[in-house]
């Protein structure tokens, strides 16, 4: 019976101390009478290989010391959508943070860390997927086994968004872009704000003079742009009204980039003569070509707007 | 369809009138294993793996009382229903007619259709 105590000492080991003793005890009478059962089949004494045989269909020792202890999960089946609902806005709120510090570091310095920005992410992403598991592995195994709370239950179906085209679902993806991108922008174009006062001495890249006259215009669109894509993470599906400021925002910033493409020099250099940037020219025929095609591709979304505008109108 | 996923259907439908099979059974007091073998010969073989520890379950919910006694022996732990598992049983059984009698009219009516 070498290796019955063999196999209890192993299943007592995973099991809870207080009640150790209680199903060990139980569990070896048991097994007991099913050896004992099959020596009476067999008609002779059991060998340690008998032995090993109704062991191994008993299972494995942490199987049949788990299986005495109340199933446990990390996130319960009621918990899990909500879980990765909480996990995929955790990583947008993630990606924005690190996008602003990504931001400042380029506005400041002109450095681009991309490197910082993906390995930042990751890690702060890592982060947030670790705390909001634990949150949720306390939600879904409460002490006391009495739940906080029940997901799920305080909805109507007043309140379910008017949708009836798949393309009124705003997608995560499309949100985190717009968000992003508009921040990104709206920090680009308040540079002055953020940059230290010995960084903006020595700058040698500025905004021209006609550039200047734009740019409030463009950070006012911007900023609304920005306010716009937050009402669109929390409310995340199209209706006419929204359709109406998305329509009105785009070809707004479209207006703006597209005049502002035609200037003779976006950026000037503002150091000495004899520091003079080389690429300045072949930096402002760039700037201009992005301006315009991205000008192209807001009047593109802003007829879009109208278009799914007018869809919706046939629909109600 | 597989095998594995027959076995899979199978054992989900054997899960939910376990619980019933063995409050039934420990109407009468049992040990762990002739509880198993009254089951095995009413013809219902559940691994033990799966008996002892939904036994010590409804031992802690109160369901089942137990008290150990000596024989032959040895030592053996013997459960029986509570009155609370008692009044349980009741009810499982009834709302088990009830369902057992409508799955059986669904399927008289599909096997006359087929």
Known sequence: MKLLDRYMSAVEFH??????????????????????????????????????????????????????????????????????????????????????????????????????????????????????????YILSNPPGGKPFFKPYQCWSPEQLPPVTHGWQRISLCEQTTEFSSSLFFFLLLHYP????????????????????????????????????NIWNLRFSFWSRFKLAISAGLNLMIAILLLCMSRLPAIIVELSAADERVPSIDIANSFISAGLLWVGLWLVFEGGRDLYRMWLLSRTF | MSEEHLEKLRQELRRGILVLAVLGSLREAHYGYSLR?????????????????????????????????????RERRYYRLSAEGMALLASLSGEWQQLNDCVSKILEVGREIT
């Open chain 1, 193 to 228: 704000l953020l940059m230290p006062d010995e960084v903006m001495a020595n700058l040698t890249i500025g905004f021209a003079a006609a550039t200047k006259q734009w740019v409030p215009w463009l950070a006012a669109a911007v900023g609304f742009s920005l306010l716009f």
């Open chain 1, 15 to 136: 099991l809870p101390e207080k009640r150790r003793n209680e199903i060990t005890r139980e569990l070896r009478a048991n097994i007991l009478d099913k050896l004992e059962s099959l020596a009476e089949q067999q008609g002779r004494a059991i060998t340690e290989d008998d032995v090993s045989t109704v062991l191994k269909e008993l299972g494995h020792p942490q199987r049949v010391a788990n299986s005495f202890s109340p199933p446990q999960q990390l996130v319960t089946a009621d918990l899990f959508p909500l879980y990765k609902q909480v996990l995929a806005y955790g990583a947008i709120f993630m990606f924005v943070l690190e996008m602003i510090r990504f931001c400042v570091v380029f506005i400041s310095s002109g450095h681009i860390a991309l490197a910082t920005l993906f390995s930042g992410f990751m890690l702060k992403a890592l982060l947030m997927f670790a705390s909001v598991t634990g949150v949720f």
């Open chain 2, 37 to 73: 073998k009254q089951l095995q010969d009413a013809g219902l073989d559940i691994d033990e793996g799966t008996l002892y520890p939904l036994v010590r379950r409804l031992a802690d919910q109160g369901l089942l009382t137990s008290e150990w006694r000596q024989g032959e022996g």
